[in-house]
């Protein structure tokens, strides 16, 4: 029972490049998330897909973007990447509204 | 501008005894209320969850009360082991928006 998969777990960035990170959850679940957890600041929410096809702005969107590619993923992308993204990236899923989310096991990411 | 916030961040108490983890929120929208722990390298895991038609929600060790004309809530473990020092995050949604605080590092003295 995999859960929710996201690759990289570790991934060093030189400033400017791309890269995208993969989530993947088999859970049959309809929402997505992409969070960041960074020092003192908890867990903000970057990006989310209430349902398949849809996307919508969280807290800290600038410099990210996100594709739902399907019911089952949904990816981030870092176009140009800047060392203020450097941290830990979590995707999450859930059912519907009010139900629990289920987080991944996060990706390390450094921007050098 | 913080709709969740945890103004503890750290805590330290004696195995056995009771931890109170304190939550407060600014957005009346939210009805719905989650605590998640977390480990060092892992993701978060769910803990306890209520519902804003309710105050209180018990899970073995773990209650959550709220307090909706405070904007408050609060995880109570009782009593407290070693195995659960880690950093709980409470969280709130009204629609399929998760907003997070920041977290308060608990500490289990044996």
């Known amino acids: 029972n995999a859960g929710v998969t996201q690759t990289p777990k570790f991934q060093v960035l030189k400033t400017g490049q791309s890269m995208t990170l993969q989530c993947a959850q088999d859970?049959?679940?309809?929402?997505m998330y992409w969070y960041r957890q960074d020092p003192g600041m908890g867990l903000r929410l970057i990006y989310y897909?209430?349902?398949?096809?849809?996307?919508d702005k969280g807290e800290v969107p600038n410099g990210y973007n996100v594709s739902r590619l399907n019911k089952r993923e949904f990816s981030l992308r870092l176009e140009s990447a800047a060392p203020s993204q450097t941290s830990v990236y979590f995707c999450?899923?859930?059912?519907?509204?009010?139900?629990?989310?289920?987080f991944g096991e996060g990706s390390w990411l450094t921007v050098v | 501008d913080q709709q969740v916030k945890q103004n503890s961040p750290s805590l330290s108490v004696q195995e056995g005894r009771i931890s109170i983890l304190n939550c407060d929120y600014t957005?009346?929208?939210?009805?719905?209320f989650l605590w998640y722990k977390k480990y060092p390298a892992e993701g978060p895991t769910f803990l306890i969850s209520?519902?804003?038609?309710?105050d209180k929600n018990e899970d073995g060790r773990f209650t959550v009360f709220l307090n909706k004309s405070a904007k408050h809530l609060s995880l109570h473990i009782v009593p407290s082991q070693p195995g659960d020092s880690a950093v709980y995050f409470c969280?709130?949604?009204?629609?399929?928006?998760?907003?997070f605080g920041t977290g308060t590092r608990l500490k289990v003295l044996a």
């Open positions: 999450a899923s859930k059912t519907g509204p009010g139900n629990t989310i289920y």
């Open positions: 859970m049959n679940h309809n929402s």
């Open positions: 897909s209430a349902s398949e096809g849809t996307t």
């Open positions: 957005n009346s929208m939210f009805d719905y």
């Open positions: 209520i519902s804003s038609i309710k």
């Open positions: 969280a709130a949604t009204g629609t399929y928006k998760y907003i």
